[in-house]
């Protein structure tokens, strides 16, 4: 059993003997993992078949909830050829890695290149479902990136299998066989939290207070992946049927998702016209409505009463501040654009919110206005997803605001350095420049490639 | 006097408030600071003599560096006028908000839009000299972010009046009066440090040890700008006339830059052959050499003995993690490329390290396995710079490895966000999408304009 420091420094070293690996090294490991997960898939699920018969004694025991439980199965269904599919998905993106975002040539001979390249040493601490160890690792591997990875306990068994055959894979490749490192306990992400000498970045996948905990915990940056309070807006020009069909896409197409909305705000010129119409459908698809005093009682005069009316009930305050992730909305009814735009920026966790609205001013004012991730114009939150995106695959859903915002494709895993290069007969120094000398050119350097 | 938490929540609501600003008024701002500043030049420059006057009773004490009250000096040459002169340059800089790096079309009449944003509220902390009160201020409001500046308190006079002017030219624009705050005290920083509800990034300029001070005690991220422990690696195939010029430049053209090199690594096929024209050259210029036993014992064997040979003697371990700031140069005879490669990657700081050679595959090797934010081949470290990197200006140089990354221009002040927008008849909902149903189509969207 390795210390943390000694987890810590292998990763380091790792990721350091890999930067003169090439890239397509690092698509061919994926395929060796792919080929090793295959040849080892019996006892894996053998693995997790045990990790579910732990845990179903915890569930009988009320320890767990059945939904955890559902989560580490990785047998069911067509979980175990998805997680395969998604590691040659991963293998076959672009590579994030080698791309020039900025070129001069500062004087004759004397060019610059910005060159995009991986963080470093990732600490991935994340949920139950043990397919996850799997797909983290192909993110970090594709982008150059050497992770340490840290499952739920639930799933300890499996992980572990997981993780061998993830090593065997490597082991086949030129990438050093300890650029993916699990580790197993708490104990064990603590002491890594105080190694910023060796760790880059801290990616934890869980609850606010599981980010939170690790920002109180450490000086290694954290990008988190925090829960979503989302919104959305009727705007006193929103068209009835787009009302009715963003928001109950954006309540009820998957509750418990981070995208998925939790408050809805309605102009106050619409709490007798498209707002009950909107209510009607929530309450017909079995939503709660926590309701201020506008929205309520426009609730209570529609005639003949709505199907589910008993689901419709006041708010507390603390309604529009919680992230309800199951069949609850709560509504408040608000004065104008610009009180919508403020009930957001100071409620919402500053994920994704939608205006639902026929007017360009108004569009524009709200997605300038909300200072999220995502502001969309007549689109459910659900949108706001790495796959939807286009990104091919998801690291998370960032909820900080500096590096990575929003979900994060591979992309979200690099960084860039920069190479200088001269030419010049004599090399190319400071002192030769200024006042009265040389001057800096800075000639943009057109399709810019690489020259090393 | 305002609390530290007033100061924070006036700043996130000037920042909330100017997301509805256009960006030409932030240039507009620029200018009426500018004026406003030079309105009141008399008073400022009276104050400034005033916080002069105070210092030099600390320098006759003992209590503070001759250097650091030099700093102090806004009455000095040309000073204030190039002060005023960096505004009105950063107003001209093209604005680094708006910017569209990534559009796709999701779907027939959905379009997705990745558009670059101010952060939002950053807490700059930074040294003695005033005029960095009007610099910061000056970026901050050209990216759209709120600043709250703390300076150095031996220029608290200076950076009053300055923080007066610039808050009657904001006075002047639309943007919010309390969009540029100043606060004095350390502890008003501490106070401030656990206000990550309002504040977005930290950005320290100074010590090491004053990064990881804040980043042990905020869970805000830091953007610190650190100390440099550059190094210059002279491999096998080295050019004499290009090494000598690039390690002279290196270590002297302005010692106590943090780009300038701390230590030499010197391949060991060239201690009797280069390295000693090198060492010449640097004796001859002042400078320190602290060396390992084959290079001093090179020295002692050069015949007849170098000017200044009595500046060369052994290094100890500590000379070869230490930034020097001066003329001292810590140098070590490496084995390989290799060896020189990991000496840097663990003992470098990861800022500027710089390789002479003649060899492509060697100049490879070194960009791509130097970990650091810059890589370069027979140029000088003393290149790693905004300016010179032709960013127009500069906010500090990043030794963090997310976000920003070696020099810091406008553009590490931004991140950005997804808009998202349907012209859709009937909005969009991902209901819609899925087996059997609509599938994305994730089409580019050349030349893409926000439509907002």
Not at 233 to 254: G, I, M
């Amino acid at each position: 059993m390795s210390t943390a420091e000694e987890i810590a420094k292998a990763a380091k070293a790792a990721f350091e003997d890999s930067q003169l690996v090439q890239a397509e090294e690092r698509v061919n490991a994926l395929k060796y993992i792919c080929d090793a997960l295959e040849a080892n898939k019996t006892a894996i699920l053998a693995a997790n078949t045990e990790d579910l018969k732990a845990a179903q004694v915890e569930v009988d025991a009320g320890r767990m909830s059945e939904s955890l439980l559902k989560r580490l199965d990785l047998n069911k269904g067509d979980k175990w050829d998805s997680m395969l599919q998604g590691v040659l998905d991963v293998a076959n993106l672009p590579d994030p890695t080698g791309i020039v975002s900025y070129a001069k040539e500062l004087d004759d001979g004397l060019e610059l290149y910005r060159v995009s390249c991986p963080i470093g040493v990732l600490l991935v601490i994340f949920e139950a479902r043990p397919e996850v160890v799997v797909n983290i690792a192909a993110l970090a591997i594709k982008s150059g990136n050497a992770p340490i990875l840290k499952g739920g306990k639930e799933s300890n068994a499996t992980t572990q299998l997981l993780a061998q055959a993830i090593a065997s894979g490597l082991a086949q490749s030129s990438l050093p066989s300890t650029y993916v490192q699990t580790i197993q306990t708490r104990a064990e992400v603590s002491s890594l939290l105080s190694l910023d000498k060796y760790i880059d970045l801290v990616i934890p996948r869980g609850s606010n207070s599981l980010v939170r905990s690790i920002q109180n915990n450490t000086r290694i940056p954290v990008m988190g992946h925090a829960d979503g309070l989302c919104s959305v807006y009727l705007d006193e020009s929103a068209d009835l049927e787009k009302a009715v069909r963003v928001v109950v896409d954006s309540k009820t197409d998957y509750p418990s998702a981070c995208n998925s909305t939790e408050t809805l705000l309605v102009h106050e010129s619409l709490v007798s016209t498209i707002w009950p119409k909107v209510a009607q459908a929530l309450l017909a698809a079995n939503v709660r409505l926590l309701c201020d005093g506008p929205t309520l009682s426009s609730i209570h005069s529609i005639s003949p009463p709505p199907q589910n009316i008993s689901l419709a009930s006041p708010a507390s305050p603390e309604a529009y501040t919680t992230e309800h992730l199951t069949l609850v909305l709560a509504v408040r009814a608000v004065p104008s654009l610009a009180d919508a735009i403020k009930h957001i920026n100071s409620h919402s966790s500053h994920h994704t919110d939608s205006i639902v609205t026929e007017s360009q001013a108004a569009a524009s004012a709200f997605v300038r206005g909300v200072d999220s991730a995502g502001t969309f114009v007549n689109a459910s939150t659900r949108f706001a997803d790495g796959f939807r995106y286009g990104f091919g695959t998801e690291v998370g859903i960032s909820t900080g605001r500096i590096h990575s915002r929003g979900p994060v494709g591979l992309e979200g895993l690099v960084i860039y350095k920069y190479m200088l290069r001269s030419t010049g007969d004599k090399g190319h120094i400071v002192g030769e420049f200024g006042a009265g000398k040389k001057q800096y050119k800075h000639a943009q350097i057109a399709n810019a490639r690489l020259p090393f």
